[in-house]
């Protein structure tokens, strides 16, 4: 596999035919709110995020529950890199925990600026693949498993594709 790294930060990798194909950066995290978030609060923290997404190309999905965040970022590496140190230097949130930072060949929310759902832990039973989350300590369990959180993210995006979140 050959790589190479485009102007603005754009990995490219070879593919079987000889040719480059573009390769996207995706990071999961989960991180923890410093103060409970008020309904006003995450939707000024959402107009923010969506606003900058928008301008330089990010696609994502973020998960709000009882204080954890927990997000999936995709972009060019130089946006995402750039987004993830906004994202630490934040006062909102703490406890940052990268659970993957991968390229991967297309982005899994290619529709969403900055997809969103808010949970509280007693209605995450009724919401496919979140059955064993039972307290909020459970997020913590769910915050180690990478592949997991995000085949839970990627299960609301496939149900709610073409919605707007």
């Known amino acids: 596999m050959n790589l190479a790294t485009g102007r603005a930060g754009v ?5 079987s035919s000889g040719g480059f ?7 999961l995290y989960h991180s923890r709110a410093t103060r409970e978030m008020s309904a ?6 959402l107009t923010e995020a969506r606003d900058l997404n928008q301008t330089h190309g990010v ?10 965040f927990i997000q999936c970022i ?6 995402i890199g750039q987004l993830v140190d906004n994202i630490l230097a934040d006062g ?5 925990s990268v659970l993957f930072n991968r ?5 899994a929310f290619p529709d969403w600026s900055m997809g969103y759902r808010a949970f509280a832990v007693d209605d995450l039973r009724n919401e496919p693949g979140f059955h064993n989350i039972r307290t909020a300590a459970d997020l913590d369990a769910l915050a180690t498993a990478g ?11 496939t149900a709610n594709a073409g919605r707007s979140f």
């Open 40 to 45: 006003e609060d995450l939707r000024d923290l």
């Open 59 to 68: 696609t994502g999905l973020l998960f709000y529950i009882e204080r954890h």
């Open 147 to 157: 592949n997991v959180a995000f085949d839970l993210m990627r299960s609301f995006y």
């Open 21 to 27: 194909r573009r390769m996207f950066r995706q990071v």
């Open 103 to 107: 390229d991967v060949p297309a982005r």
């Open 92 to 96: 909102r949130n703490t406890a940052f």
């Open 11 to 15: 990995t490219m990798i070879r593919d």
């Open 74 to 79: 995709e972009g060019t590496q130089a946006d």
